[in-house]
């Protein structure tokens, strides 16, 4: 799939915030850059693909001694920006399709992928395109996303919709308190100097409460939850109970 608008692109409602789109296409050159702008996320990655492999093999009942632990399963992942997600998460066996409707993302992730010889569907569109078009995903991720949407109910609600019966939808997000704001935004952005500035509004972050309520008006019932802090002896990121500023959530549809 291109670029190009399908009919199901210009007949499903859209949540995107095209200033958003913009701000993330504008950083396409720097995804696979573990030192430049997106050096945060590399360093977040293996909490949130260890974080999913846990949940897949127990839902699943999968081997978690397999290096390909996840083979048999079709992942989406949403706003997947330049592919740091999409490409491990193909690598431990995942029949993967990310999407972002950023092209100029798409085109980084795919270069980046046919160089690396893994295989991806990377594709420039939306999750409520995908959800018009009938498609539908074992796990559906959406890490880092919803608090960059134009409207939080309806994001999720495709998200829910592309989760096949039995799957499992999982979000990372910030959680929108004064702790988040001091530490996510002035710390991350100003002093750390992590992110560029204006890379979030805390008025859009999305508390845990907010999030399971979007998440079950879908239908997906949201039955784990944990919190993300950066270690800074170990120059790392690890689980925490803390929900305060960074968490990621998983949810999972009836069968």
Known sequence: MTGAATSADRAAPSTLDAAEVEKFARLAEEWWNPTGKMAVLHKFNPVRLAYTRRL??????????SPRALAGLRVLDIGCGGGLLSEPLARMGANVVGIDPAATNVETAKAHAAGSGVPVDYRAT???ALA????AFDIVLAMEVVEHVADVDLFVEACAKLVKPGGLLVMATINRTMKSYALAIVGAEYVLRWLPRGTHDWNRFVTPGELDAAMAAGGIGAFDRTGVWYDLLRDRWAETRDTDVNYMVAGRKAR
């Open 56 to 65: 897949a093999v127990a839902e699943f009942g999968l081997d978690e001694k």
């Open 132 to 135: 018009a078009a009938g498609e």
């Open 126 to 128: 939306t999750a409520e």
